[in-house]
Every structure is written in structure tokens, then in C-alpha cells.
């Protein structure tokens, strides 16, 4: 309900009429108000004494008036607001029935507020004469406005109505209406206090929004504070749970954000205490493994609901010497308030949550192994408490339900029981459990209690027992002797499950529970619970594990094949932890609330004040508790079996931190801070990206900028940066170097890997590239590509996962000294993880990543340096993009940087390798270095390339658009079919348009144009019924056929949902498939796009043509077919991109674009995309545009020299042909022509002498600088032709530089036309052959004698070819033309 503020009338206008409404109608207002809210009283009332009785009735009185009769009316009446308690016997879970009770005492209030409208606008209408008509007016606009409210506050759950302010209905109870963890504890509450909460809710969400890269179906969080709607009896700091179920469409971190700010921080029911009290929450979002994405599902988990039970002051309250909230004391009355006798048991309200990362599988208790359906069924027979949810994580809750018992003699008893026995077991079956009943673990536990309670009043104390052993084995005897005095049945209880026949062997039975008892209340804590449960647990965990009994001071973190990281701000108060690095990073873009920061503390260390991370060890296992209550608590933080463990100081010295390592004995003389990363004055460290409205466009226009930042790096041109890609480049080195000694030395093992590669999707597909080409480079290296998924399932699992389908196995490949160069972006994901782990054995193991600071960074770095902190950076396994963190699902810049590095990497390794004849050899080497420079010089000019591409050069700024005209018609392109994909849409909304508009006037187009036309009464009237029929029959149909018209597109094509086929090479293909169907991940179904791809060269014909229907969309790259080497590749390409656009229907096919180089448009295309060429012309390509050149003159002076003649147009298209023929009847032909067309004789010989000799030509060997062949005949052999080709100046076509696009005169060829044209040079080079290779001597002295100035003329192609740009190569075999097809390179032969 709103609020609407009371004004006091002046007197000299309350007297008016006026006046009088407004006072009626704001008391009448106030009335129905509090009427409306004691509705929702009173059902509460009703359904508390319904369900738990009367006796129940004056604990729920006392928990409604809480916080005083005052406040109640003040809230009730002003705010509009009443505060329900609904399960003050804190026995009902509230994710089973919180929402049904809620539903009900929700819909009470609206319907008694409309029930009441309605009655009184009834008895208005029928009110007698002479009743006043000024006060039943004011009644009914009161109760109506009170009506419209509860129904839009309580039915319709909307939070403000924009008219009355804003509004806040509460009901009470515990709620008010990749996986991965993550938390802050705030030791500064200015986060808290400030603002309402909003900074700290700031970092919430933003750790939440990384955090979901890990999974983002559902989440939650937990924290502690004080309630001020329970009784006085119990403990005031309670768990305050906020879950929500994320929708396909909305963003989880705003819905966590908004939940726990109504939950929390807008609630009138809990606060956070002013006595030093320190919050934390503790959240995780999920990625649904073991159940389905639902609401019980969602962590935080519960096993026990909310329960009070009886324990000894062990930390749960602050100690009497230490200055405390006077709420503190007097909350638990049941403790004794002297110093005394504060360690006298007391009621307390216990509930413990868990968040977990991982899986949990097994349980051992014994010597037996469980599993997780035996121990859901056991749990709920252990706990007497229903499964809450069929999630594993909740079992883990469950259990620690059962070992968190340090203090309380009835669940100790109880832990005894079920875990602490040699015969305690898990079974499925309550009668074969044989457990005891909960009045029996009271019964037993108050016998504990007893002898504990004589101890303490002789001068003992809780910490003197429990440090000294023999204290404890004087409490097990007296309880032991308390329990054979007992009654046969009890005695018979608690020692069934010890040792048959206990009474005559003198309670020894009874003695081992009774110690086992002792020792778990003593010692077990949170710590040490956490140590129990996961030294008998398997799987892999990532834990959060809290208690409202421990929340004042503590909380436990455990790592176990889950990573989790702690991220330490001394100046800033705050705490970060979480599974995802990047999360707790958040602190560093975060400013302490107030200004200026708080330093805390006295400095210890230099470091201090810096802003450090802890990773903890997930591949051995560690835990970590982290205590920030000494200061308020005089008891040690942890039980005596984990005193000995080293306290590390934090913070300043406001938090102690205490971890203990499952993998090894803990060195008590390790400091902490050598394991920390410094977060703060690291170059090394990225923050966290600033937020992006448009994250997808923001990547892709950071790829030049990126792309530039490698290369830079790569070359170690910035001064001011150390380049670790280059110091692991060189230790990478050192590791190839050693393989290849081995092959020299024939030590090698056969059947073993020499280099392999692994990864997940994109970057897998990377991967698979990268090691292909490095396989083609060189062929007697074995180099494989393997998913980190097979790799983990082959030789990480006790039990294999066999690769079905896939060659690989543990038997048929060896891994012992492979090279291993692992691709991950995030550096993060499970499995490379994983893989990193497994395989780190032998210090070969290397990483391509995002950042410097990445988990599989992390433990290269710590797994062969642990003894010697200065080798960390030296011995660099990392190689970085420095892309950072990025948010958004496509991957784009990613993929670039990724590839560029790689590129970067395959140099180095060719360089190393080719550095060493032997190696080269050995290898089987077929790049050279020669090729090498190819690709560099390639590789710099890919910058211009990209961005032209994308319109923004690669310092981050947007370019010309005459800079950017591949960007302008790829968009263009785009648009085109993004509007194919929202006709539906839009047609859509048309048609809701014109059926609102014509059934509301009643005038169907039709029909109107028929009444218009006088045709109403006409038989033709039915005709135009019919015709209006059919309009709205067809309408969707015929909106779409109007869009396509106006917009001009294809009319044709099927008017349903588009299909995008993506053709090219298997790595390009697949990303770009990933990248699009992931944009329209969340697309609704009117405007949906369903995503293919496949290979235009292998199965893109057998896999996808078959689906072809009107109005398909296909995208294909088409391989630069100018270049001789992938002239066939284009060929092949571009058949099928013609065979899937020849399947027609109703005249219409599919609807095809190309992208590529070569200029030529496909005829069946409906667009073809040109990219600008930004490298050096390749001989090839050269001797092309010199044949072309050739060929335009000689044409030109045939035309000349038919000039005035009267040629038929037959005879010219003759001449044309011989002319460009090179075959040996050409001049007789082209002779015949002119002679019966009148030319002179002596033109036509002048014309014959015009084709060059190129027939016979020495073999050279040319320079292998990467340089540009000069305009020239090439080579000339009459002194006429070069006099005639200077004069044809006009012809030639000018010099084409690296950012030059290709002449306007330049001919373009089909890739069948380029593949006939290489097949003719191909001839022509083997004509003049001999058998052996080499051209005939004989041939070489007739071609001297024949070209008079033949040597002059070689001298001067020699001095040209050296200055020239051309990339060209020699072999005994003949010419090599080297060309760069994406990603590297190839080779061909003319």
C-alpha cells in the first residue's frame, strides 16, 4: 500500500466546503487503510492458529508487535504497511509452503478492499434521501481508491503507484517477496550504511554480472543480520536468503541486486547491528548440472529449517568485556547475564546455508563408499528433516548439519550416531539406520549437559575443558557412569550401534560414544567440520560454508577442483571471494563510499596496504577460514585439533586467516603473502573493462587496436613494458630445441606427440588450424589438435571416458614428453583447466589466454617454482593477448587476438627450427625462410585490412567512410537481411493494426470501399463480405508481399523462419556459426534465425543443399583465386555456391552472398562483397596483369590496323581470337584475316613480331626481398615493341602499392577463367623442358642468336627483379611462386 501524507487544513479554510471533503476523505482514507492491512492480520492470525494451534497465538502477537505497540500503529496507519510473522515455530521450510501462505494472506487484503468498494458503491446507489451525500462520497472514493491500490500493490505485485508515492507491502517469515560462488565481507560498513546500501549492492551485482559467465539460470545470496519480528528467546542474528530464478530474457545480476535491496535493505525487519558487527554476503549463481534450473534448486542451499536448540556460548555471543549493542544482551535472555555464568546453555535459532561450486558424487564412511541417492534418503532419516531440493549441493548441507554441532550435546549425539562410530553406516532404510528419536538425543544430551554444568560451577571454564584432555576424559566417565545407571531402553539406544553385550563388558560401548560425543561438542567447529566432511567427500568443490552460529565472526571457504579466489582491499574495507578471478577484481574500479579510503589498522609488512588476491590450491585441496571477530570475541577462533595451524594476518590485523592444505603438511614457516598476487601497482593486472552499452560492437571495433598491442608486444617495442610473450617464446624455444635433440640423437619414443594442442570450441577450432598448418610445414614432426574434453575423459577420470569415434587412446598415444600449448581465452574453463593439471608434469605444458593472471597462468607458474619465487617470471609459460575480460557471450576479439598470436607463435617455432640445419632435416622443413617474411610482411598489413573492415583504425578511432567501404557494404549487406528476418515482425504488427482498427469501426477495407460505393444493399454486398473474408485470412501473407515491395527485396521467397548457411574453411565457419546463432540466443520466435555451417570445398554440397528452399540465406569466403595456389580452392568454392543457388522453386532460390578478394561476381550470387588487396603483388599475379596488358595493346594496334577497312565484325572477333592465341597457327590465321581485309603486308609482320619471346628462357635465381615487379615488358624482344609500348602509356596500368586496390583496367577473371589462364602458363613452362627439367642448351643458343641484345635484355629483368617487390623463388625443378592464403601459406609451380 502507498503512503499519502496528512495536511492539516488552515482554520480560515477548514470551515469551507472544501476543506470538509478533504478532511472526510483523507480520514475515511486512513480507515480503509488500516482496515486493509488488519485484513491481512487478521488471516495470518487465523492460519498461525489453523495450523500450529492456539497455544501458538501469543508468540505470533508478540512477533507482530515486535517492535513496539507505537510503531505498529505508526506503520499500520502513516506507512500503509504491516509486518506478518507467519513461522515463528521455525519448523516449516519456507521453499515449501512460504509461497502458498504468502498467496494467501497477499490476496486477503485486496479482496476485502474490493469486496468493500463494491458494497459501498452499492449502498450508495441506494442510499436514503436524506443522508448525507458530502460523507458517503468521501466513503466512496476512499474505499475505491484503497481498492485500486491493494489490487496494484497485492494482485498485481507492482511496487509504486507514480500518484501516492512509493509503496512497500512486506509479509514476513524468512523471505519478504560455468556455477560459480561469489562473496563480500565488509569490514568498512560505510559499503553498508551509506546510501541505503547502494555501493555495496553495486559490487554485488557487478561480481554477479561476471560471475554469470560461469552459469546464469538461477541464483542467490545469504547474509546475516538481527530481526527484530522474532521473540526475545532466540538468536536475533538470523539468515536472510534471497533466491531468484533468472527468465530467458532478463539480466540476473539486476534481479539478485533487486531482491536482496527489498529483502535487505528496504526492509523494516532486519538491520545490520551498530555494535561492530560485520556483514558478509555469500552468493552463487548456477548453471543447472544435477537437477533442473528451479527455485528449490537455487542456491544458497538448506537442508534444516531454521531450528531452536540448546548451546553452550562457544563465539555465538560477544563477550561481556567488549562493548555491545544493549539489543545484544537483552535478545538472549536464556543466557545468564553474569560473567559467570556465561557459559551456561541457552536457546539459540541455528540454520546453516551452502553455496557450492562442482559436483558432489561419493561419501565414505568406514570403508564403504555411497552414493548420492543412498545419501538423500539417509539424510532426511539422520536430520528427521524432508529433502529440501534433489540438488547435490543440498546433501552438503546436510551434512554439515550434522557435524557443525560444537556446543550443543544434542546434535554431538547425534553426530556420534550417524558419523562418529565404527559402526555408524548410511543406508537407505530408517529400520536397518537404527537411529535414535529426537526426544531420545534430548534425553542423552541433557545427561551431558548435567556434568558439564557440576564442572563449570567447581571453576571451570568451556576453554579449560576443552584444552586439556584429561578434563575431557573425567567429563566421558561421569557421563558414562550417568549413563549405566540409566534406564535398559536408553542405555540399550546408544550402545547398540557400538558393541553387542556392552553391560558385561563394563560400558565400553557407551564410553567410546560418550567420548566421541565430547569431542565433536568441544571441537567441532565450522573449520573443522569443513575438514571432516571433505576428507570423506569426492567429487569437486568450490564451498562456501556459513552458520548463524558462527556469522558474527567466521566463515569457511574450501577449494577442490573448483577454483576460488580471495581478493584482499585493506584500504577500502572490503573482501572479495569468489570461483571467478575477474570477480573479485571489482574492488579495484570500486572507490571507498565517503571519499577519501580508510586505511585500517597499523601497517605490518610493505605490502599491506596493497590491494593483494589469494588463489587457493584446488589442485591439492585447501580450506581457508576467515575470522574478523577477536576483537569482540575473547575465544580462540578455532577448536584445539586446529590450533596448531599458522594465523595469518590480514587486513591490517582486523582479520585473521587460518588455511589448511589437504595435499601436504602444512609448513608453519611459509608466508602467506609469497603465494599472493598484488593487485595494485601490477602492470601485469588488468581491471575490470569499463561496462559497454553495446558490448558484441565494442569488441569487434577493438580488434585492430588489439591486433596492433600483439604485434607491438610481440617485437617488444613499447619501453616502458617487459614482453613475457617474448620470454615464453624463448623458453618454448628451449622446449622445442630439447624435442629436436632427441630426434637428432634417436632418442625419441615412438608413437609419441611432439606438440599438442588443446582447448574448447572456439578456441579448439583455433587450435585445430594452428596445428594443421604447423603439421603441413613440417611433415615428420607428429602434431595433433585434441578436444581438453578427451584428453580429461581418457586420462583424468579413475574410470576412462572412452573417445568413441576418435583414434586417440590411452594405449595408442603417448603424452610423456609432448609439448603441450593449451588455448583458452578465459583461461578459466573447466576442462583446460584440468588438462593443465594433468599434464604439468614435465614443465612443457604452455598457455595462450587472455591476461597474464588466469587460473591455468596461476598453477604453470606454481607448479615447478614453489621452492624459488624468482624463477616465476623468468620461467613463463604464458602467453597473453591482453584482451582482458570480456563480458559478451559472441566471440569476437577474441578469436582475432587469439589467431594473431598464434601466427605469432608458428614464426617462432619455424624460426627456431629453421635456425639448425639439422633440425630443418630432421623435421622434414618445407617452409623457408623466405616464406617467413611473406608471412610478416603479410601479417603487418592485415592491420589495413581490419580496418577497413570494421571502420575503426587500430588506435581506437572510427575512420572516413571512404576508408571504411568493406565496413559500409558488409552493413549494408546485413541490413538487407536483418530485414528478411523482422518481416515477420513487422508484418505482424500490421496486421494487429488493421484487425484493431477495422473490427473496432466496424469498416473492413472492402466493405468500406463497398459502402462508399452505394453497395450495400446490392447482391454484390456478399461478395464483398467474401473479399473482406479472405483480407483477413491472408493478411500475415499480404503485409509481408507490401514490406517486400517497398523495401524492394525478393518477393518470393518463403514467408517463414530464415536459415543462414555459413560456407567456408572448418575453423572460420564454425566461429562465425557460434558467434551469430549466439547473438539470436534470445531472439523470440517471430524473429528467430536458425544457424548452419559447413565446408564449400568438402561437405557443405552433401550437407546443406538438400535444405535449400526459397528465400535460404548462404554466406560463403571465397579464397583469393588470383593466387595460382587456391585458384582450384576458389573453383571448387564457387561450384558450390552455384550448385545451391541452382535449385529453384516458383522461379526463386536461395539467396547467396560471397565475400572475398577476387573481384568477380558469381552470376547465380545476389551480392558479392570485394575486400580491398593489402599486400605485395605475387609473380603470378604479375605475370597475369602483364598478359592482360599485352593483350589490350595488341588489340589495340589491330584496331589500329584495320582502321578504314570494311571488316565484317566476323572477321574482327577472328583477328581478336588468333591474336590472343599462343599457339603455332596464330600468325597464318591472323595473316589470312588481314590479307582478305586489305591491310599491307608489312603491318601484318609488324603485328606478328608483337608476342613476346618468353618461349625459352634461362633458369635464374632471383632475389628473395619481398618487392613489387616495375611496369615493363618483361621480357622485350624488339626494339619497335618497347618504342610502341612507351608510346602506349595510357594503357598500362600504374604501379600497385600494399594499400593500392587493383587497376580499373585490370581484367577479371572467374576462378575458371584464372584456372585456365594458369593452366596455360603451366604448359608453356613444361614445353620448354627437357626430360630432365632444365631448358635444352641448343634452345638456349638459338634464343641468344635469335635476340640480338639477349644478354643485355636478362641483365636489365635481373636489376629490375632484385629492386622489385615480387615474392619469388627458384628450385633445380624450375620457378616457385610463394602465395598467402589465410592463415599462412602455400606453394604452386609454374
Request: hydrophobic residues 40%; positive net charge; contains cysteine.
Amino acid at each position: 500500500m502507498t503512503p499519502m501524507a496528512l495536511v492539516r487544513p488552515s482554520p480560515s479554510k477548514a470551515s469551507t466546503p472544501a476543506g470538509k471533503r478533504r478532511d472526510a476523505l483523507l480520514f475515511y482514507y486512513v480507515v480503509f487503510g488500516a482496515l486493509h492491512e488488519l485484513s491481512h492480520v487478521v488471516t495470518a492470525a487465523f492460519l498461525h492458529v489453523l495450523l500450529f494451534g492456539r497455544h501458538h497465538l501469543g508468540a505470533f502477537l508478540r512477533g507482530f508487535f515486535a517492535d513496539g505497540f507505537s510503531a505498529v500503529v505508526f506503520r499500520t496507519i502513516f506507512a500503509r504497511q504491516s509486518f506478518v510473522p507467519l513461522f515463528l515455530s521455525l519448523d516449516v521450510d519456507d521453499s515449501s509452503n512460504v509461497a502458498v501462505f504468502e498467496a494467501l494472506i497477499r490476496h486477503s487484503g485486496w479482496l476485502f478492499s474490493v469486496i468493500a468498494a463494491v458494497t459501498l458503491r452499492v449502498a450508495y446507489t441506494y442510499r436514503r434521501p436524506g443522508r448525507s451525500k458530502l460523507s458517503t462520497e468521501s466513503i466512496l472514493i476512499a474505499s475505491i481508491i484503497t481498492a485500486v491500490e491493494a489490487v496494484w500493490t497485492d494482485l498485481l505485485r507492482l511496487p509504486v503507484i507514480p500518484l501516492f508515492g512509493p509503496a512497500s507491502q512486506r509479509y514476513a517469515g524468512v523471505t519478504t517477496f560455468f556455477c560459480g560462488n561469489f562473496g563480500l565481507i565488509v569490514i568498512n560498513s560505510a559499503w553498508t550504511s551509506k546510501d541505503n546500501g547502494r555501493h555495496a549492492l553495486d559490487l554485488l551485482e557487478r561480481m554477479v554480472n561476471v560471475t554469470m559467465m560461469r552459469g546464469a539460470q538461477s541464483g542467490g545470496v545469504i547474509t546475516y543480520c538481527r530481526s527484530k519480528r522474532l521473540p526475545g528467546k532466540a538468536n536475533p542474528v538470523i539468515g536472510v536468503r534471497s533466491r531468484v530464478v533468472n527468465k530467458k530474457r532478463t539480466d540476473l545480476s539486476k534481479l539478485i541486486r533487486a531482491k536482496v535491496k527489498g529483502d535487505l535493505f528496504d526492509s523494516f525487519t532486519h538491520s545490520f547491528p551498530s555494535d561492530g558487527f560485520v556483514p558478509f554476503f555469500s552468493g552463487h549463481t548456477r548453471f543447472a548440472t544435477s537437477s533442473k534450473a528451479t527455485f528449490d534448486g537455487t542456491h544458497p542451499q538448506r537442508w534444516t529449517p531454521p531450528t531452536l536448540r540448546r548451546f553452550y556460548n562457544f563465539s555465538i555471543i560477544p563477550d561481556r568485556t567488549v562493548a555491545v549493542d544493549a539489543s545484544t544482551s537483552t535478545s538472549f535472555s536464556r543466557f545468564s547475564k553474569s560473567a559467570a555464568d556465561k557459559d551456561f546453555p541457552g536457546l539459540v535459532r541455528t540454520e546453516t546455508y551452502v553455496t557450492h561450486n562442482g559436483d558432489f558424487d561419493f561419501f565414505d564412511l568406514n570403508g564403504k563408499t555411497y552414493d548420492l541417492d543412498v545419501i538423500q534418503k539417509w539424510l532426511a532419516i539422520a536430520t528427521s528433516a524432508a529433502l529440501p531440493a534433489t540438488v547435490d549441493s543440498a546433501c552438503i548441507a546436510g551434512f554439515i548439519d550434522l557435524i557443525r554441532c560444537q556446543g550443543c550435546f544434542c546434535l554431538s549425539a547425534r553426530y556420534a550416531m550417524c558419523l562418529g562410530l565404527p559402526t555408524s553406516k548410511i543406508t537407505e532404510d530408517a529400520v536397518a539406520a537404527n537411529l535414535p528419536s529426537v526426544n531420545q538425543y534430548d534425553k542423552v544430551a541433557s545427561l551431558f549437559e548435567k556434568e558439564l554444568n557440576d564442572m563449570l560451577s567447581g571453576g571451570e571454564t568451556l576453554e579449560t575443558i576443552s584444552s586439556d584432555k584429561r578434563k575431557r576424559q573425567v567429563l566421558v566417565s561421569k557421563v558414562t557412569a550417568k549413563l549405566l545407571r540409566e534406564s535398559r531402553e536408553l542405555r540399550f539406544v546408544f550402545s547398540r550401534n557400538t558393541r553387542d553385550g556392552d553391560e558385561e563388558l563394563g560400558g565400553e560401548g557407551l564410553r567410546l560414544f560418550a567420548r566421541v560425543t565430547v569431542d565433536a561438542f568441544f571441537d567441532n567447529d565450522l573449520l573443522q567440520s569443513t575438514k571432516i566432511f571433505l576428507g570423506s567427500a569426492s567429487g569437486s568443490f568450490g564451498l562456501c560454508i556459513t552458520s548463524s552460529l558462527d556469522a558474527q565472526r567466521q566463515l569457511c571457504l574450501a577449494a577442490r577442483g573448483q577454483t576460488l579466489s580471495i581478493a584482499l582491499y585493506p584500504k577500502k574495507g572490503i573482501i572479495c571471494f569468489g570461483s571467478e578471478q575477474a570477480a573479485v577484481k571489482v574492488g579495484m574500479n570500486a572507490g571507498l563510499p565517503g571519499g577519501s579510503p580508510d586505511v585500517l589498522g597499523k601497517t605490518h609488512l610493505d605490502i599491506d596496504n596493497d590491494d593483494l588476491r589469494l588463489d587457493l590450491d584446488d589442485l591439492g585441496g585447501e580450506i581457508v577460514l576467515l575470522d574478523w571477530g577477536k576483537r569482540r570475541f575473547k575465544s580462540p577462533a578455532v577448536s584445539p585439533p586446529n590450533r596448531g595451524v599458522v594465523k595469518h594476518r590480514l587486513m591490517n590485523g582486523r582479520v585473521d586467516a587460518y588455511l589448511l592444505q589437504e595435499s601436504k603438511v602444512h609448513n608453519t614457516s611459509d608466508l602467506l603473502y609469497h603465494r599472493m598476487t598484488r593487485l595494485t601497482r601490477n602492470q601485469f593486472i588488468k581491471p575490470l573493462p569499463e561496462e559497454a552499452a553495446d558490448p558484441v560492437l565494442k569488441d569487434i571495433q577493438d580488434i585492430p587496436l588489439i591486433c596492433r598491442e600483439i604485434q607491438e608486444d610481440w617485437r617488444n617495442m613499447n619501453m616502458f613494458k617487459m614482453s613475457f610473450n617474448r620470454l615464453t617464446a624463448w623458453n618454448l624455444a628451449q622446449c622445442i630445441r630439447k624435442k629436436m635433440d632427441s630426434y637428432v640423437e634417436g632418442s625419441a619414443q615412438a608413437r609419441s606427440i611432439d606438440i599438442l594442442l588443446t582447448g574448447c570450441e572456439v578456441s579448439l577450432w583455433l587450435a585445430e588450424q594452428f596445428a594443421c598448418d604447423l603439421q603441413k610445414s613440417f611433415p615428420k614432426l607428429n602434431i595433433t589438435s585434441v578436444s581438453s574434453n578427451k584428453l580429461l575423459g581418457l586420462f583424468g577420470q579413475e574410470l576412462s571416458i572412452p573417445a568413441v569415434g576418435y583414434p586417440m587412446s590411452n594405449k595408442t598415444t603417448k603424452l610423456d614428453n609432448a609439448i603441450v600449448i593449451i588455448v583458452s581465452h578465459s583461461g578459466g574453463t573447466f576442462s583446460p583447466l584440468a588438462v593443465s593439471n594433468l599434464l604439468n608434469t614435465n614443465n612443457n605444458v604452455f598457455v595462450v589466454t587472455s591476461e597474464w593472471d588466469s587460473q591455468i597462468g596461476k598453477q604453470l607458474r606454481a607448479a615447478h617454482n614453489e621452492g624459488d619465487h624468482m624463477m616465476l617470471l623468468f620461467n613463463s609459460r604464458v602467453f597473453t593477448t591482453d584482451v582482458g575480460l570480456r563480458p559478451a557471450e559472441p566471440c569476437s576479439v577474441s578469436v582475432a587476438a587469439t589467431q594473431q598470436l598464434l601466427t605469432c607463435i608458428f614464426q617462432h617455432i619455424s624460426i627456431v627450427i629453421l635456425s639448425d640445419g639439422r633440425y630443418r632435416h630432421t623435421s622434414g622443413a618445407v617452409i623457408t625462410e623466405h616464406d617467413l617474411r611473406i608471412l610478416e610482411r603479410c601479417n603487418q598489413d592485415n592491420l589495413h585490412a581490419l580496418e577497413e573492415i570494421v571502420g575503426v583504425d587500430y588506435f581506437g578511432n572510427r575512420i572516413t567512410k571512404d576508408q571504411a567501404r568493406a565496413e559500409k557494404e558488409l552493413r549494408d549487406a546485413g541490413r538487407v537481411w536483418a530485414d528478411h528476418i523482422l518481416e515477420n515482425a513487422r508484418a505482424y504488427i500490421i496486421t494487429f493494426v488493421y484487425i484493431m482498427a477495422t473490427v473496432i469501426s466496424g469498416y473492413p477495407i472492402a466493405s468500406a470501399i463497398a459502402k462508399g460505393a452505394g453497395l450495400m444493399n446490392s447482391t454484390a454486398w456478399y461478395f464483398v463480405k467474401l473479399v473482406d473474408a479472405l483480407i483477413y485470412f491472408y493478411l500475415p501473407q499480404i503485409n509481408v508481399l507490401i514490406i517486400r515491395v517497398i523495401q524492394r527485396r525478393a518477393i518470393r521467397h518463403r514467408m517463414v523462419g530464415r536459415t543462414v548457411v555459413i560456407a567456408d574453411i572448418p575453423w572460420v565457419a564454425q566461429a562465425a556459426e557460434a558467434f551469430l546463432s549466439k547473438i539470436f540466443a534470445v531472439s523470440y520466435s517471430i524473429a528467430s534465425l536458425n544457424v548452419l555451417s559447413g565446408n564449400p570445398a568438402d561437405h557443405f554440397v552433401h550437407r546443406h543443399t538438400h535444405r535449400v528452399v526459397r528465400g535460404s540465406l548462404i554466406v560463403c569466403g571465397r579464397p583469393d583465386g588470383r593466387l595460382s595456389a587456391l585458384t582450384s580452392l576458389e573453383a571448387s568454392c564457387c561450384l558450390s555456391v552455384n550448385q545451391a543457388s541452382c535449385i529453384q522453386s516458383i522461379g526463386s532460390t536461395a539467396e547467396s552472398y560471397t565475400i572475398g578478394h577476387n573481384p568477380y561476381k558469381l552470376p547465380l550470387s545476389a551480392r558479392g562483397i570485394f575486400l580491398d588487396r593489402h599486400r605485395p603483388l605475387f609473380l603470378c599475379e604479375k605475370m597475369l596483369d602483364q598478359i592482360d596488358a599485352e593483350s589490350r595493346r595488341k588489340r589495340t594496334r589491330l584496331d589500329l590496323s584495320m582502321g578504314g577497312q570494311s571488316t565484317s565484325r566476323r572477321k574482327q572477333r577472328t583477328a581478336i581470337v588468333a591474336l590472343e592465341d599462343q599457339s603455332e597457327h596464330k600468325s597464318k590465321v591472323l595473316n589470312d584475316v588481314l590479307a582478305t581485309s586489305g591491310v599491307p603486308i608489312l603491318v601484318s609482320k609488324d603485328i606478328n613480331e608483337l608476342w613476346p619471346g618468353m618461349k625459352k628462357s634461362p633458369s635464374v635465381t632471383f632475389d628473395h626481398t619481398i618487392q613489387t615487379i616495375p611496369e615493363a615488358n618483361v621480357p622485350s624482344a624488339r626494339k619497335d615493341t618497347e618504342r610502341q609500348a612507351r608510346q602506349d602509356t595510357k594503357l598500362k596500368a600504374p604501379p600497385v602499392t600494399t594499400k593500392q586496390a587493383r587497376p580499373a583496367l585490370e581484367k577479371r577473371r572467374s576462378s575458371t577463367a584464372l584456372l585456365g589462364a594458369y593452366t596455360n602458363l603451366q604448359k608453356n613452362r613444361e614445353a620448354c623442358l627437357d626430360c630432365s627439367g632444365h631448358i635444352p642448351t641448343q634452345n638456349l643458343i638459338e634464343s641468344a642468336i635469335a635476340e640480338r641484345k639477349w644478354n643485355d635484355g636478362i641483365r636489365e629483368i635481373f636489376e629490375r627483379l632484385g629492386k622489385s617487390r615480387t615474392c619469388c623463388a627458384t628450385t633445380r625443378f624450375g620457378l616457385h611462386l610463394f602465395v598467402d592464403p589465410s592463415p599462412l601459406f602455400s606453394t604452386c609451380k609454374l
